[in-house]
């Protein structure tokens, strides 16, 4: 199984909504990202999680919170977002980056978000 | 550091065309390099990538690429393209730094198949 799957698909959501976003790989990888989208850019890179410990913090406002509950999920809790974080979140993984640059990433095929 | 240059944001062939798209990257370690797609809607996927070895490298759905170390390049091409080719196209280099191996994004290729 080489899916990535994330949902939901499209979530709209006021300011002061909370809400969380899902992924889910079960190819044994130890390594987990979360991506920003914005149309015709390319991802952004947001936090990166390694055997479930968070590794990299791309200086990412408060309002996403990321969380690892085990090798297989990742989630990305939203709160008090602002209309401009309207975007594609994706989420991918691969195997450990830190043993080799070879790795290919997996995406899901993301979450269209919109704040209101 | 590393970064990685598309040439053109925008590339427009016509069916049966020849694709060329064009990447360069800056690495003060040797590279390894990647082409994805992304199709409307959907995340990105993997074309094709250089690791070492043999500097052409071929990929799915027809594509290559060639590695050109004195060029710093890793142009994508395919002989004759087809509708369902049109799509977003993202190079992407990774090279260790800071202990690990995370790629940098080029900005994307949009390719865009004519009738």
């Known amino acids: 199984d080489t899916e990535v799957t994330q949902t939901p698909k499209h979530l709209v959501m006021g300011m002061t909504n909370k809400k969380s976003l899902k992924c889910e790989q079960h190819?044994?990888?130890?390594?987990m990202y979360w991506y920003k989208q914005k149309a015709k850019k390319p991802p952004e890179l947001m936090f990166v999680?390694?055997?479930?410990?968070?590794?990299i913090n791309e200086s990412v406002p408060s309002r996403f919170s990321p969380e690892c509950p085990n090798s297989s999920l990742l989630n990305l809790h939203l709160h008090a977002l602002q209309p401009e974080d309207s975007a594609l979140y994706l989420c991918?993984?691969?195997?450990?980056?830190?043993?080799?640059?070879?790795?290919?990433?997996?995406f899901g095929p993301g979450t269209r978000l919109t704040v209101l | 550091a590393q970064s990685v240059t598309q040439l053109g944001s925008h590339v427009s062939v016509s069916e049966g065309a020849l694709v060329l798209l064009r990447c360069n990257y800056s690495?003060?370690?040797?590279?390894?390099l990647f082409w994805y797609v992304q199709y409307p809607n959907q995340g990105l996927q993997l074309l094709l990538k250089?690791?070492?070895?043999?500097?052409l490298v071929k990929g799915i759905n027809g594509f290559e690429a060639e590695f050109k170390k004195s060029e710093t390049s890793f142009h994508l091409t395919k002989p004759s393209a087809h509708m369902s080719d049109a799509a977003e196209y993202f190079c992407?280099?990774?090279?260790?730094?800071?202990?690990?191996?995370?790629?940098?994004f080029g900005r994307g290729t949009s390719l865009i198949v004519h009738p």
């Open positions: 991918a993984s691969s195997q450990d980056f830190r043993l080799a640059g070879d790795n290919e990433q997996f």
């Open positions: 190819m044994g990888h130890r390594a």
């Open positions: 999680y390694s055997y479930e410990k968070l590794s």
């Open positions: 690495s003060s370690v040797p590279p390894y």
């Open positions: 250089y690791t070492t070895g043999a500097t």
């Open positions: 992407a280099v990774t090279s260790l730094s800071g202990g690990s191996y995370i790629p940098t």
